[in-house]
């Protein structure tokens, strides 16, 4: 893998990069227990409600916490963001009821949840700041992926660039006009899929040995990166030449990427939040 050379800057302002969408994978838990104003279903979906809530507010003292750049400004609009997240539940881990000698039936639910921060207040937080300080690797992780031009014809080649403002786990994948998925990185060339932060990457490049060439059929085809600061899910792939063919359903790509490995935490201590980011880069092809 090698860094592109200061030449290639030309070509990276004929397509403008796509600021990836940012969240934060957490595994919360949440509890409720029945009362006379409560039934069953209540008490699950309050124990739910909490978990979510828990989930929230952990990512937003962990963002709080971790981002230590100049611009006060840039991190309160950032705190505030994901004060007002949404949560997506990826998996039920844990879920049962149990008795509580105090309080009687109880309900209890871990989950692993990821925190979108709000996308209104994201963009404010985007269009006020330099794109310089968004490269600051205090920063929740930004994965940016763009191409050399936005339309191209039979026989060109495409060229996808990829930069992060701290060090990241990505898998790169190609949707082609038909709707077929293609994963470019990792490949069985090119095995290694951890990129350093602040560096411009090339695909393909290296010991790839593929090229991007495009031919029918024709319509608009999307790159896409999703990129975490812990190692990745799997998918179900097949070895296709020089790049492997994704046989993970489409719709189940990103939801089986994000079974990120949450790092344990210490005894006594809330696991770790996974910062995750997706980006995405749209091009023509044509005759």
């Not at 004060?83 to 844990?94: M, R, S």
């Not at 812990?230 to 079974?259: H, P, Y």
Request: charged residues 30%.
């Amino acid at each position: 893998m090698r860094r592109v050379l200061f030449f290639l800057a030309v070509l990276i302002f004929l397509a403008a990069p796509l600021y990836a969408a940012q969240s934060t994978i957490k595994i919360a838990e949440g509890s409720s227990c029945m009362g006379d104003d409560k039934s069953r279903k209540q008490t699950e979906a309050a124990a739910l409600a909490e978990a979510k809530r828990n989930a929230v507010e952990s990512v937003k003292t962990y963002v709080s916490s971790a981002t230590e750049v100049k611009d006060f400004a840039l991190q309160q609009d950032l705190v505030s963001a994901y004060a007002n997240a949404t949560v997506t539940v990826l998996e039920e881990l844990e879920k049962g009821w149990y008795k509580d000698p105090a309080t009687g039936d109880c309900y209890r639910i871990k989950l692993k949840t990821e925190v979108v921060p709000d996308e209104k207040a994201m963009k404010k937080a985007r269009d006020k700041a330099s794109e310089a300080a968004w490269d600051d690797p205090s920063l929740p992780l930004a994965v940016k992926v763009w191409t050399d031009k936005a339309d191209y014809r039979a026989g060109e080649k495409i060229r996808i660039y990829l930069k992060g403002n701290k060090p990241f786990y990505a898998r790169v994948i190609y949707r082609d006009a038909a709707g077929s998925h293609l994963q470019l990185l990792p490949n069985p060339y090119r095995l290694d899929n951890y990129f350093q932060g602040g560096v411009v990457y090339e695909i393909p490049s290296g010991r790839d040995r593929f090229e991007l060439e495009v031919h029918p059929p024709f319509g608009e085809e999307n790159i896409i990166v999703y990129a975490s600061v812990s190692e990745l899910g799997g998918l179900a792939l097949r070895e296709e030449g020089a790049v492997f063919a994704v046989k993970t359903r489409a719709k189940d790509i990103g939801v089986k990427t994000r079974g990120v490995k949450v790092q344990a935490a210490a005894e006594g201590k809330a696991d770790a939040p996974a910062e995750f980011s997706e980006g995405r880069a749209a091009v023509k092809t044509r005759k």
